[in-house]
């Protein structure tokens, strides 16, 4: 038996999603409560913005279950819905205009023998994230996309309408620009 290349995904909501196609109301009403959650907080790392995350998220699914029918099933449709919300996001941002690992944000040590440890880590994450949230569009974008998204270069450089080694060269800036701020915070709770 032979595999094919691009098999078919067989989706946990295929149900559903058959409904949708079919225009039943109750069934994308089921695919929005499904997905919604998550689509919000990927048009929000991209965004930085509730309201705008919001409408992107909204649009997203109005726009996923308009053409419903063009997915054809050889992925999840949660990662083919979440490519119509951050292409949207980015829209927003418009052409001009991050779980983070630890090995991608320098040598913060932490002392596990703490009991503290898990609260400690916990608040220096989200102190990355603030971090990336205050990086230029540009910046926050690319790291979102590659960090939290989990998307590779190759698929950022089409998501974004640029060249592979622009990709990894924007992402390598933007990734010194956080460490740069990292560094920064490290400094001053050290003197403080």
């Known amino acids: ?46 965004l930085n913005n509730s309201v705008e995350a919001e ?10 279950f308009q053409k419903i029918n ?16 951050v292409n949207n996001s980015i829209d927003t941002l418009g052409k001009s205009r991050f ?5 991608e944000i320098g040598d913060i040590v932490f002392d596990d023998s703490n009991e503290n440890y898990f ?14 949230f205050n990086l230029s569009d540009n910046h926050r974008t690319i790291l979102s996309l590659y960090l939290l998204e989990g998307y590779d270069h190759e698929e ?3 998501i974004l309408d640029i060249s ?3 990709s990894r060269t924007r992402y390598s800036r933007a990734r010194n620009k956080l460490l740069q701020l990292i560094e920064t915070e490290r400094v001053n709770e050290s003197v403080n």
């Open 164 to 166: 592979y080694n622009n």
């Open 70 to 85: 063009n997915y054809g099933g050889t992925g999840s449709f949660g990662s083919w819905l979440k490519r119509i919300v």
């Open 156 to 158: 950022i450089s089409q």
């Open 119 to 132: 609260e400690i880590l916990n608040y220096k994450v989200e102190e990355i994230r603030e971090m990336i």
């Open 99 to 103: 779980n983070l690992s630890l090995d």
């Open 1 to 46: 038996m032979s595999l094919e290349p691009e098999k078919i995904f067989e989706n946990i909501h295929q149900e559903l999603i058959d409904g949708c196609k079919e225009g039943n109301k109750f069934d994308q009403m089921k695919i929005y409560k499904l997905y919604y959650k998550a689509m919000y907080n990927t048009a929000l790392r991209i």
């Open 55 to 64: 409408d992107v998220m909204q649009e997203s699914f109005l726009t996923a």
